[in-house]
């Protein structure tokens, strides 16, 4: 079996993760201790990649990070390259579609945490900044270690996004999702197969960690 395919969603996964769980705790904490103008039209934004077609994310992706896109612009200018085709571009598409399944959970770990901490911690005289890490994530640790399970899993086996932004690129951005397509399409079953049984008890594995997480 090629492993290159596993390997590079493996990377994907993990570096897409552990960006987004540093940019998913601060704004989930904001929209659960907070109250502030247009507080729920940035949630329906966040959570908008839940309603839509994954096709349809990677095609304005592909235009927002393209050389005329704002922030392809900005990149080309800042680091003289292109995001389209790249390892760096299919992370910065695989974190706007995961976004929403790293705020959930930890939204919902923090709204578990029990207020009357979070008011000690006001009246003893900490800042909301302190008090987010001194208490809030002390106390949603099982949480977040959810979220991130749970955002690696679907980045692992994303497929439109990742297909639309870095299209097939051997040891850059064909991930093992593309390969098992590419695969079925050239009727390379024995290759399909393997790629697909990799992915079983990989999800199965982290899944039965989630349930124990959650749980506690």
Do not use: C
Not at 141 to 156: E, N, P, R
Not at 158 to 183: H, W
Not at 192 to 215: C, D, E, H, K, Q
């Amino acid at each position: 079996m090629e492993l290159l395919p596993l390997y590079l969603s493996a990377k994907l996964a993990t570096v897409a993760t552990l960006i987004l769980i540093g940019i998913a705790a601060p704004l989930a904490y904001l929209l659960t201790n907070f109250t502030w103008p247009g507080k729920s039209f940035v949630e329906a934004l966040v959570n908008l990649p839940i309603a839509l077609p994954p096709t349809v994310i990677g095609f304005y992706l592909l235009f927002l990070l393209g050389p005329k896109g704002f922030v392809g612009t900005v990149w080309e200018n800042l680091f003289g390259g292109t995001l389209l085709f790249t390892f760096t571009g299919i992370v910065i598409a695989s974190i706007f579609y995961s976004l929403p399944f790293a705020i959930q959970p930890i939204k919902a770990s923090f709204e578990k945490v029990d207020p009357r901490l979070k008011e000690s911690a006001y009246v003893l005289g900490l800042s909301p900044t302190a008090t987010f890490f001194r208490v809030i994530i002390p106390n949603s640790v099982h949480g977040i270690a959810a979220a991130a399970i749970l955002v690696f899993l679907h980045t692992m086996g994303a497929f439109g996004v990742v297909l639309m932004v870095g299209g097939s690129i051997v040891g850059e951005t064909r991930v093992a999702s593309i390969a098992i397509y590419e695969a079925v399409e050239s009727m390379q079953y024995e290759k399909a197969w393997a790629l697909s049984l990799a992915f079983i008890p990989i999800g199965y594995g982290f899944l039965l960690l989630v349930n124990r997480l959650t749980r506690k």
